[in-house]
Structure formats: structure tokens, C-alpha cells
């Protein structure tokens, strides 16, 4: 396995989980872990020689509820992605990406069909783009209030341009 480095938070607790060199580094102690798959959503947990069964489960965005023998809580992981997006101030990245839209192709701007001030729901139209003599709308990817709008009708844009941004 890479070096890897994760965060695990349970409630208000939070462990630095670091696989180095093959060994696995909780809160920088070396510890004795194996983690087995037995079945879809069922793990077998070696931890310093003792075994504990582990059911896996989805919950909600960017957590998992692990069950360890008749205890369950939720856990919430972030890699090391995450992790640096944090330290610089932008703690979801899909968050922060849903912020703004972008041109995902170079084209014309044959409409606006937002303003600022506007709120949105996700999938809302926001901007009609030709490119490549297709009419492409551009949605909006979540829920939001329109801050800035970029562009107008008319405007050619490049790959990647700013068109709108949300609160």
C-alpha cells in the first residue's frame, strides 16, 4: 500500500491515521492493525491481537457508521486532500467547487438566465453556451444565491472562465 494519511473523526475526537512503510500509525504510535474484507460491508479487525467484527455502512455525505460488537458510530474520514483543503480555508472541496461555474469548453454566451441576487436551486438553468454549434445550459450543481454574474449575452469565453459565482 502508498503512504497514505487520513484523519478519522468520531464525535469530538479526532485520530491522524498514517499507513507508512507498511505500517499502520495512529496519532504517530505505531499500532498492531489488520483490517480484512469477509464479505460486502463485513470486516474482520485485528487490533493488537484481538478480534473484532466490523459491519461497514453508509451514512451520511463523507461518513460511514462502522458497528463494532453491538456499538455503532459514525465516522467521518478525510484524506490528505481534504485534509489541505482545510488548512487553506475551504473545507468541502465540493463545496467550494459548487461556489462557482465555469465554462467547460470555449464558446459563446448566447444567454444569461440568472441575476444577481437570485436564488437557485440545484439543477437550475444559469447560462446558455454555444460551443462547437451545440447550445450547452449550464446548471447550477447545488443550492445557492447568485453573487456574481461574469459574463453576458454575447461574450466569448474560454475554457475555464469564471461565469458565475454563489454565496
Not at 485520530?15 to 480484512?36: H, K, L, N, P, Q
Not at 474484507?37 to 459491519?55: I, K, M, N, Q, T
Not at 453491538?70 to 473545507?91: H, N, P, T, Y
Not at 451545440?134 to 453573487?147: I, K, P, S, T
Amino acid at each position: 500500500m502508498q503512504d497514505q494519511t487520513f484523519r478519522a473523526e468520531v464525535g469530538d475526537r479526532s485520530y491522524e491515521i498514517e499507513f507508512r512503510e507498511g505500517t499502520v500509525f495512529v496519532d504517530g504510535e505505531a499500532a498492531d492493525v489488520s483490517f480484512e474484507r469477509v464479505a460486502e460491508g463485513y470486516y474482520s479487525l485485528l487490533l493488537d491481537g484481538r478480534s473484532v467484527p466490523v459491519v461497514v455502512e453508509a451514512a451520511s455525505e463523507g461518513s460511514v457508521r462502522l458497528r463494532l460488537g453491538g456499538r455503532s458510530v459514525e465516522v467521518r474520514v478525510k484524506d490528505e486532500r481534504a485534509m489541505l483543503l482545510e488548512r487553506f480555508g475551504i473545507a468541502d472541496a465540493d463545496a467550494a467547487a459548487e461556489r462557482e461555474v465555469r465554462a467547460p469548453m470555449p464558446g459563446l454566451v448566447l444567454a444569461v438566465l440568472v441575476e444577481e441576487g437570485q436564488t437557485v436551486k440545484a439543477g437550475d438553468g444559469l447560462v446558455l453556451l454555444e460551443a462547437m454549434k451545440m447550445e450547452n445550459e449550464l446548471r447550477a450543481g447545488g443550492d445557492g444565491v447568485v453573487q456574481r454574474v461574469h459574463v453576458e449575452a454575447g461574450d466569448a469565453v474560454g475554457k475555464s472562465a469564471l461565469l458565475i459565482e454563489f454565496e
